[in-house]
């Protein structure tokens, strides 16, 4: 069964520094992958797009990359600050019509 | 304001009894889908409609039905066969029908409570 797995254990790191988080996915063939951000009691909010073809992707301080030998994504939060402290989630889609498959979610927590 | 509101945020309600949990958008996508949240777990999809009146079913779409006879409104209705209803429900919605391409917009959430 198509599987989909981050890491559980919060990820603490202190400020200034980057931050790195995997999304790992097996029995699935991703055509698109998206990160998002969620805040405690909140809906998660969209951060970066990347798509099977692509490698690289960035936005600011943020950058995914998309292995599809390896089937990884990695996420960076350079220059990490206290306001990144969140849970982030990676999202695939098989094809374009929308219907994603969701990762638990990694906990972030920034100390200054 | 655009964006996609949920209502109500908290709902409590007996065991048997039916809920409809609210969505409404006001950002003119043609997509929206409802997905369900559990601690430790990520978000699972329940069900999804690209255009109006038209929707399909999701990974975990046993105890749930919905409508889409407007664009803005894509309503939850959560029956009695759902065997474990209490959860975060979310929904959102994106542009187009391929949404994969889109981000997609979440609202608030509902948090349902079942005793």
């Known amino acids: 069964s198509q599987k989909i797995e981050q890491n559980s254990e919060a990820l603490n790191i202190q400020e200034g520094k980057t931050a790195t988080l995997t999304c790992n996915y097996t029995n699935y063939s991703p055509a698109y992958l998206q990160w998002y951000r969620q805040d405690p009691g909140r809906g998660p909010v969209f951060l970066l797009l990347i798509r099977e073809n692509e490698k690289e992707k960035r936005k600011e301080r943020l950058k995914v990359t998309f292995d599809t030998t390896l089937k990884q994504s990695l996420f960076h939060i350079t220059a990490s600050q206290p306001a990144d402290s969140a849970t982030y989630l990676c999202a695939l889609a098989a094809d374009s019509w929308g219907k994603f498959q969701f990762g638990a979610g990694t906990q972030v927590v920034v100390t200054p | 304001d655009g964006g996609i509101t949920q209502s109500p945020k908290y709902l409590f309600r007996k065991e048997g009894q039916n809920v409809t949990l609210s969505c409404e958008q006001n950002l003119n996508h043609d997509a929206m889908y409802w997905y369900r949240q559990d601690p430790g777990q990520g978000l699972r999809l329940i069900y999804y409609s690209q255009i109006v009146n038209d929707f399909q079913k999701g990974d975990i779409a046993e105890g749930y039905s919905v409508s889409r006879e407007k664009k803005e409104s894509f309503p939850l209705t959560v029956t009695s066969a759902q065997k474990n209803p209490t959860a975060f429900y979310l929904c959102?919605?994106?542009?187009?029908?391929?949404?994969?391409?889109?981000?997609?917009?979440f609202g608030p959430g509902t948090r349902l409570t079942v005793t």
């Open positions: 959102a919605s994106s542009m187009g029908g391929q949404g994969a391409s889109y981000e997609q917009y």
